[in-house]
């Protein structure tokens, strides 16, 4: 049996009112105006990463970056890399291909000013690319980008890409050629579901996360574990939204803290960039 990989922690560093799809999510003109928690929130991540000894890659909101320089550059002072979330969190699949490289360009362009040292990765708003967006990877390189971590493999509310390949791999387009690490999926009871990140994190036990990610590194793929800052933040404003809506985004609140110190306790971790250096070979051709 091949050696265990370490798995994969990742942070969408964003605030509260970033919230997607909904009637009440507030627009990008009202953001400043809002009492931001990200601050705080972040921080508080930062110290828990810290205390176990974790390294990740820290997926930044250009719009977050713009106002909150000295987060972007606490984490890469910790030791973590400093990767896009795009500028504005839309969804891939509301924009044109040129609104998406424009927003994408404009992400990178601000975190590297602020880091001082280039952005290689992305992340979508919502893990929006589907077959809706057939540009999106040509897009990111063309916006400057190397790897990227946005596909969802199996069927989601809004999104998802059922039928993508799940492991890591070299992807090669139209523009040149792209690693792509899809969020981590796993079959139970015959259903592809993910149970390492967001609202999925929240809602399965612990001992079921545990066990489904055993499940996926004895499979040789690592875990790609994502996180919000909000999420460790049980009492922060809510967002108006729908009843089923709300209890996805706001389920279990307070066991996100807990279950990611266990994780992290359990499972090696590191970056994306740290990944692809150390472990080239656990990255395939596309299938
Ligand atoms: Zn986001």
Not at 110 to 115: G, K, S, V, Y
Not at 132 to 139: E, M, V
Request: glycine share 8%; with cysteine.
């Amino acid at each position: 049996m091949a050696t265990m990989l370490p798995s994969i922690l990742s942070v969408d560093v964003e605030d509260w009112f970033h919230v997607l799809d909904v009637p009440g999510a507030p627009a990008l003109d009202t953001w400043a105006a809002l009492p931001s928690r990200v601050e705080a929130n972040f921080h508080k991540l930062l110290d828990l990463f810290s205390a176990s000894g974790a390294r990740g890659t820290c997926f930044f909101l250009g719009w977050v970056a713009e106002r909150f320089p000295h987060l972007v550059k606490e984490a890469a002072r910790r030791g973590h890399e400093i990767a896009s979330h795009g500028y504005a969190h839309r969804l891939a699949f509301e924009l044109s291909r040129q609104e998406f490289v424009d927003d994408a360009r404009k992400a990178r362009q601000i975190l590297e000013d602020i880091a001082g040292s280039p952005v290689e990765g992305y992340r979508s708003a919502g893990f929006s690319v589907t077959d809706a967006t057939p540009w999106f990877f040509d897009g990111l390189i063309e916006a400057g980008y190397r790897y990227d971590s946005s596909v969802f493999p199996a069927a989601r509310e809004h999104g998802g890409m059922a039928s993508a390949a799940r492991a890591p791999h070299r992807m090669d387009v139209a523009g040149g050629s792209l690693v792509e690490f899809p969020i981590t999926v796993a079959d139970l009871l015959g259903q592809a579901l993910c149970f390492f990140g967001g609202g999925y994190l929240r809602i399965f036990p612990l001992p079921l996360i545990t066990a489904m990610a055993e499940k996926v590194l004895r499979e040789g793929r690592p875990v790609v574990f994502y996180i919000h800052p909000r999420e460790i933040d049980p009492t922060h404003p809510r967002v108006a939204m729908g009843l089923r809506r709300r209890f996805k985004s706001y389920v279990n609140l307070r066991t996100t803290e807990p279950k990611l110190r266990a994780l992290l306790a359990r499972f090696p971790v590191t970056s994306f960039r740290d990944f692809q250096a150390r472990f080239p070979a656990a990255i395939g051709a596309v299938q």
